[in-house]
């Protein structure tokens, strides 16, 4: 996490150069019920994506990171209590024995759900059935700066000629 000074100095040592601060917040991004199945997956709406839901409700996780700890740092600041965890290596790939295992750890931890990235979310197959819902945490960016300017950068690094003044009008 980056703190004002620091993109103050960077700035400063990058005289001329755009530097676009960004900031990030977890949000849902699906919702697997537990009664109605996998085929009732939802996507994160405007009224359930707040990772608010969260809040008070009794969590298992698991998740297949480099760095699995900044995951249970984010649903713990959600206000979740963690009940239990499974962490496994980065773009790890679930077998069935593993999904079991989670689901079965889950239910003895007394979990009220099952909480997982976005990201571990899919690689797992869409028919699993969970004997709890299962909410899949996402993390949307944010770019405060104008639009612009990052329009600008991108188009800059794909081709430099792209990027003056009046370039792509007719």
Known sequence: VYKRQDWDRLVKRLPGRPV????????????VSAQRGP???SDGSP????????????VFLFSGLADNRDFRRTVREAGSVIVGALSY???????????????RA????????IVTTAKDYARIPRQ???????VAVDVETELPQD???LVRIIKNCLDPDLSKPGALSP
């Open 106 to 113: 889950a239910v003895a931890n007394e979990a009220d759900q």
């Open 147 to 149: 639009r612009e300017t």
């Open 128 to 134: 699993t059935r969970w004997p709890l819902d299962l």
């Open 89 to 103: 290596s980065d773009h790890y790939t679930y077998t069935d024995h593993d999904l079991n295992r989670i689901a």
């Open 47 to 58: 009224g359930m994506n707040t990772i608010a839901r969260l809040n008070a409700q009794r």
């Open 39 to 41: 085929a009732a997956a």
């Open 20 to 31: 676009l601060r960004a900031s990030t917040r977890p949000v849902i991004d699906k919702l």
